[in-house]
């Protein structure tokens, strides 16, 4: 189904869904910082730069209060909300990352805490002209229930599931020939992110980055964890316990495989005891493990991570080196 | 979900971030703030983590009073009034100098200015001091004397433009993590980098020069390089001629400090002081980059004049890339010195010796004040111990765990009449208190912080204090209108308005104005852009002063029964005593437990395994704490957090203080190492 909607169109089905759903779309915060925040019926900011905070922390967030355990003994699970939450404005980058988390998560077995608050969700994409500066933003030709693409002048709608037809059936038919325009302008976009994240993890996965190299990116970490908690497929956790007025609540924080508590055992013996070591398996997970085990890169390109970074060491950066060291 | 910008509670870099708040009105996570000059969208562990111990059970829901012995629940009104009136009962009956307040580096500059404000208007006392005591007092003392400004001289962005950067007693990656990481960032563009640390921390391995002096010869290293600056005709001859004094006598006073007679005193070779003086001196724009390493000794004072001498010698003072930056370590040390949390100066400075400082106060407080400076913190404490302080008042602060001696520090706080503390965890000092009242922490209410760049900035209350929990602005209001001292703020911004009139390093700041990136003092008036780099055309105190200084060795030396130099400080993990960050799952778990770094050589000799408990003793006391083996630490020095109470390092340390600023000699005593 491909739609076309004027601004006021995209108000009055934000209006609409917002009855529905718990509807997020992008803002600026305080200090311009862009982020999804509560549709307030008003404040709309489509078009600009990626959003800094990874989209997947809305089903997993970076605390999750997973049950309570009362002074009887008896659990309970947190209060359901009363809508399931949608998301508006993820580019491709977002939309992959949600994509592989969603296979992480429902994977068996299925982790019903992830479940509950992504199963009815509603994913809203973000592709066109609606970059910072308008820069052109690629299709993500599914992973969500419809798409909006800006064609500078309107916003062009494709619905990709049942949902997405539904909330657009109302709307005028979008032009087929212009969308074809914008994939085309998209795909002759150069991509050198994912041509040197392809090299990188062929080295890697044919073992030829030396550890050396893993102690020169080891030494100019200073173990912040940044990469992993803004990194959209990263999904490790911990639980943590605290006491409340009603009893003990059990919730699971974001983990980072950086630190060097991640895999010490009681012993103190720790197999990822050198910040070498963690940083080479945080960087094959994503570039050597996660192929074998989904056939794709655990790494969607958000660039997130480069940007996090302190120190210049983000996964972008990495693989640059990588491929200038030990590339042919 | 709802985003909340404020200033991180933990270091003095600044970092904004948003406080991620759930529709349960709970915090569940941190977003750095993305286009914040400071943070950049960056943070380290610290940062990501500090949401996570502002819903601990441990919080402090309700004042506490002791009655039979225990600390029990009672009423706000109860509790103000006690403490009210028991401070007056002392002041009435031992005078007013028998009271001591601590301030906190932790609380915003409007809490800090109520708190000074209490002490010297409420009860006539200038016997007020905070933890800027025990890290940078030396520095204040030192830089006031040398340039007139005992700040940081120049801003973070320098160090985009600077071609070296000289890292002394700093270690920059783990204690200002976004302040190392500019470093290393510049390191791989080419900036050069010369790191004189004992320990062999992170930036030692990425510097050009690693110097691993002595701890405690940071004057021999630094005069002997100065002197050899001399020698090669490196020094700035113009800038000495045109913006400096008693440049004679300082020259004279480095005759002895040969690079052999420095070498002999550091540790270090003849050419490798040589090298560093020879590369530092080369270099266009250079940046002194110090911390604790510099000033926690008992000659500390002497340390910062030679930090400030090599700037003075080398003209790089006043310019972008160039400056002394002490590097400041709570979130607002900087913002309680400048509120005059200090006994000695009122707000921005201003000496309260000075008779028209002393009569603008007393006309704005329509109180009469004392114009003699009172005890600094370290001092109270000994006087404490001796009965001569008899009522004290701590703020936010924890100094059974963070002071020198902790022996020493519970005989003084056992011995007062009362003890009343205000915080947010029942730290080991409110422990000893007769009266504890909850506070809000930085989430939960408004305030301002002063970042070691000086730039003040908002903190903003994203959730509601636990239990009856109050913001300390709040409680200080009660407390300064029980001593009959108007104190109807509205808000924070309304305090900021006075402390605005009063402070003329503050009058060009106001809430409206802090929106946006805050500002960098001095800000001299409503129109004014604020000060990104202090002495650009002459020194806040004219010419920049050349101060003199000879070797001190530390006070106590490893010898035959207690052959170890034992070194404390802080990891990148924890904060300071731990109340927090303790209370912080993903933090507790990274580091659980006291321990000691050792380096394998001395651990074979004393037959210790990798994490084995081990007994240190020392003159004042005897912990136990696990085992690290590592090479961090030279043989001969072994290197303990204060963070654990449990393996607490200043149940050892030697409170022998610098004369001039009463810091406390935490860097160097002499401890014995024993299987348990």
Redesign the interface.
């Known amino acids: 189904m491909l739609k076309q909607l004027t601004g006021k169109d995209l108000f009055e089905l934000f209006d609409k869904l917002a009855v529905d759903y718990r509807l997020l779309v992008p803002g600026n915060l305080a200090d311009d910082t862009r982020s999804l925040l509560p549709w307030d019926g008003q404040q709309l900011s489509l078009i600009g730069e990626p959003l800094q905070r990874k989209p997947t922390s809305h089903f997993f967030p970076q605390t999750d209060p997973l049950l309570t355990i009362n002074s009887q003994g008896t659990t309970s699970l947190p209060d359901d909300n009363e809508k399931p939450l949608a998301l508006c404005g993820l580019n491709r980058e977002d939309l992959h990352g949600i994509t592989f988390v969603d296979r992480f998560f429902s994977a068996v077995p299925a982790d019903d805490a992830y479940l509950r608050k992504r199963t009815d969700a509603l994913l809203i994409g973000l592709a066109g002209f609606a970059g910072a500066d308008r820069q052109l933003l690629p299709l993500a030709e599914g992973h969500c229930d419809f798409e909006l693409i800006y064609d500078q002048q309107k916003w062009l709608a494709v619905a990709y599931t049942a949902t997405g037809e539904d909330w657009l059936t109302v709307y005028a038919d979008g032009s087929a020939e212009q969308l074809e325009i914008i994939r085309q302008q998209a795909r002759q976009r150069s991509t050198p992110e994912a041509e040197l994240l392809q090299q990188a993890s062929h080295l890697l996965q044919a073992d030829q980055v030396p550890d050396i190299f893993w102690e020169e990116i080891a030494a100019r970490c200073i173990c912040c964890g940044g990469c992993n908690f803004v990194c959209p497929t990263c999904t490790c956790f911990c639980m943590q316990d605290r006491q409340t007025a009603t009893g003990i609540e059990r919730s699971r924080v974001w983990d980072s495989c950086q630190l060097d508590a991640f895999m010490r055992e009681a012993s103190g013996y720790n197999p990822l005891g050198t910040e070498t070591l963690r940083t080479r398996r945080r960087i094959h997970h994503k570039l050597a493990a996660d192929p074998h085990r989904w056939g794709e890169l655990g790494c969607v390109l958000c660039g997130r991570c480069d940007r996090a970074c302190p120190t210049g060491i983000g996964m972008f950066s990495i693989c640059k080196e990588i491929v200038q060291q030990f590339g042919f | 979900?709802n985003?909340t910008?404020t200033t991180c509670p933990y270091c003095g870099t600044g970092c904004?971030f948003?406080l991620?708040g759930?529709?349960n009105d709970r915090?569940?996570?941190?977003?750095?703030?993305?286009?914040?000059p400071t943070s950049r969208?960056?943070?380290?562990?610290k940062?990501?983590d500090a949401?996570?111990f502002v819903?601990?059970?441990d919080r402090l829901k309700t004042p506490l009073l002791r009655c039979d012995g225990e600390l029990q629940p009672c009423s706000w009104d109860t509790a103000l009034q006690v403490i009210d009136q028991r401070l007056h009962k002392v002041s009435a009956q031992y005078g007013p100098d028998s009271l001591m307040f601590l301030s906190s580096a932790k609380v915003s500059n409007e809490e800090n200015y109520l708190l000074m404000k209490l002490a010297r208007a409420g009860y006539g006392t200038n016997n007020i001091d905070h933890c800027a005591r025990l890290c940078h007092s030396s520095t204040v003392t030192g830089l006031m004397e040398t340039l007139g400004s005992g700040a940081m001289t120049n801003s973070l962005n320098c160090f985009e433009d600077t071609d070296l950067v000289f890292v002394i007693g700093s270690n920059t990656?783990?204690q200002h993590?976004?302040i190392?990481?500019?470093i290393?960032?510049a390191q791989?563009r080419g900036t050069k980098l010369i790191v004189a640390d004992s320990r062999r921390i992170?930036l030692a391995?990425?510097a050009d020069l690693h110097l691993r002096h002595q701890n405690g010869s940071d004057v021999a290293l630094l005069n002997g390089m100065m002197r050899q600056i001399l020698q090669d005709g490196l020094e700035d001859r113009a800038f000495i001629e045109q913006r400096t004094e008693n440049f004679s006598a300082f020259r004279e006073s480095l005759d002895s400090f040969t690079p052999e007679f420095a070498a002999r005193i550091s540790g270090l070779s003849p050419k490798q002081i040589i090298a560093a003086a020879r590369t530092y001196a080369q270099a266009e724009n250079a940046m002194i980059v110090f911390a604790m390493g510099i000033t926690q000794h008992s000659h500390g004072v002497d340390n910062v004049r030679a930090v400030s001498n090599l700037a003075l010698l080398t003209g790089n003072l006043g310019r972008p890339g160039t400056g002394i930056n002490p590097l400041r370590g709570q979130n607002n040390v900087q913002g309680a010195c400048d509120m005059g949390a200090l006994p000695d100066v009122y707000t921005g400075y201003q000496r309260v010796s000075d008779p028209v400082a002393k009569q603008k106060f007393a006309a704005a407080w329509q109180k009469p004040l004392s114009d003699s400076p009172g005890l600094m913190a370290t001092h109270a404490i000994k006087a404490a111990a001796k009965g001569e302080i008899r009522g004290m008042l701590i703020l936010g602060e924890n100094p059974m765990l963070s002071d020198a001696n902790q022996k020493l520090v519970r005989k003084g706080l056992e011995s007062l009449d009362f003890l009343a503390v205000i915080d947010i965890f029942p730290t080991e000092t409110a422990q000893l208190a007769d009266l504890v009242l909850p506070a809000a922490c930085y989430a939960e209410r408004d305030g301002t912080f002063t970042s070691t760049e000086r730039r003040v900035q908002r903190g903003r209350k994203a959730v509601e204090p636990p239990g009856e929990a109050r913001a300390d602005w709040q409680i200080l209001c009660e407390l300064l209108q029980r001593r009959g001292i108007p104190a109807d703020y509205a808000d924070p911004a309304e305090i900021m308005a006075e402390i605005a009139d009063l402070t003329p390093s503050y009058a060009g700041i106001s809430y409206p104005r802090l929106e946006?990136n805050g500002l960098q003092w001095p800000c001299p008036s409503m129109e004014h852009p604020g000060t990104p780099i202090l002495h650009e055309e002459q020194c806040t105190r004219g010419k920049g002063h050349f101060s003199p200084t000879i070797y001190r060795p530390p006070q106590e030396l490893p010898d035959a029964e207690f052959p170890f130099l034992l070194n404390t400080g802080r990891t990148?993990i924890h904060w300071h005593t731990g109340s927090m960050t303790r209370r912080s799952?993903?933090l507790d778990?990274?580091e659980?437990n006291a321990f000691l770094e050792i380096n394998p050589e001395d651990a074979g000799k004393l037959n210790i395994r990798?994490?084995q408990q081990v007994r240190i003793s020392s003159r004042r006391g005897t912990i136990e704490a696990g085992a690290m083996l590592t090479e961090r630490v030279p043989p001969g020095q072994i290197f303990i957090p204060f963070h654990f109470a449990e393996g607490a390092a200043n149940i050892l340390t030697n409170n022998a203080l610098d004369p001039e600023s009463g810091i406390p000699e935490f860097k160097v005593c002499a401890v014995k190492v024993e299987t348990c």
Do not use: F, V
């Open positions: 979900m985003a910008l904004n948003y991620i759930d529709e915090l569940i996570g941190i977003e750095p703030a993305g286009k914040d969208g960056q943070l380290c562990i940062g990501w949401h996570a819903h601990h059970h990656t783990e993590p976004l190392g990481s500019r290393l960032q791989q992170r391995g990425q946006g990148g799952h993903l778990r990274e659980r990798e994490r």
